[in-house]
């Protein structure tokens, strides 16, 4: 899981978007506000969010892969913040990435947690029969990863595929980590930890190739082909984690220093 690329709205698109937005959030209560909210994304202009999924699609890491899994194709508008409980960024801009259809509609859901003023997590829950309330204040359990740089939250151990929290258990980052792989299932899949695992291999020998094509002067041409078929692979969290070893020497460093540049987008480790 990655840091999404920034894409930005422009022109008929973000005022169509815009004005979405704008009709819902001058509704005068929060209950009308999410009934209303899940009525007109139900009735969306498929013309305008065709052209949205294409901008999400050119955010995408990997060739078009999901932003959760990077395994599967992406294919579903995903609200980060689930409409159910944030009605007024139903049409945010900010609020959507690209996924699956597994990891939108079966496997993250309506699943959300924020952090109380005492620090505690609470997950955002609404029953069939249960007042529609707005969620209590605080910030987000979930990575963000439109906001957050989830490579600096964990890593990847590339001998059993499994992700890692980087911090310290018990502080807000351990806690943020644990949530979004449990909540996506991203270690509890074990077909994502044996394909990220086998993926591994198919980079290191890529990027020797690549290295070995670079010393022999290959063209411009060359090199970006074989750069782009390294950066539209999927699980390119494998890809990140070979820099990072590499950076600091835990891998052979040549892979640092004859290609660095195909981690560039990717810095700082």
């Given amino acids: 899981m990655l840091k999404i690329r920034e894409a930005h709205l422009y022109g008929k698109l973000k005022k169509d978007l815009d004005d979405a937005d704008s009709k819902v959030n001058a509704l005068p209560s929060y209950q009308i506000m999410v009934a209303e909210a899940g009525v007109m994304w139900d009735k969306k202009s498929d013309k305008i969010f065709k052209d949205i999924r ?7 890491i990997g060739a078009r892969r999901c932003a959760y899994c990077e395994d599967s194709v992406a ?3 995903e609200h980060i913040y689930p409409k159910k409980f944030y009605p007024e960024l139903t049409f945010k801009w900010r609020n959507y990435l690209f996924a699956c259809g597994q990891c939108n509609g079966s496997i993250k859901r309506d699943q959300f947690a924020i952090f109380s ?6 997950d955002l829950k ?9 969620p209590p204040a605080g910030s987000i359990v979930f990575l963000d990863p439109r906001v957050d740089n989830p490579s600096s939250i964990i890593e990847l151990d590339p001998q059993t595929g499994l992700f890692v929290p980087l911090a310290k258990k018990g502080t807000p980052d351990y806690i943020r980590a644990e949530y979004t792989l449990k909540i996506l299932g991203l270690n509890t899949r074990d077909y994502l930890s044996k394909a990220r695992r086998n993926v591994y291999g198919f980079y290191v020998d890529a990027i020797n190739a690549y290295i070995q094509q670079k010393k022999s002067a290959a063209s411009k041409l060359a ?11 999927a699980h390119q969290s494998v890809f990140l984690e070979i820099g ?5 020497n835990q891998l052979d460093p040549h892979f640092w220093t004859d290609a660095r540049e195909l981690w560039d987008e990717y810095a700082p480790f």
Avoid at 117 to 122: I, K, Q, T
Avoid at 126 to 134: E, H, S
Avoid at 244 to 248: D, E, I, K
């Fill in 54 to 60: 294409l901008l999400l699609e050119s955010m995408c």
């Fill in 223 to 233: 090199l970006n082909k074989k750069m782009n078929q390294i950066k539209d692979g």
């Fill in 126 to 134: 609404r029953g069939k029969n249960a007042p529609v309330v707005p």
């Fill in 244 to 248: 990072r070893l590499s950076s600091t």
């Fill in 75 to 77: 294919d579903e508008i």
């Fill in 117 to 122: 003023a005492a620090g505690g997590v609470v």
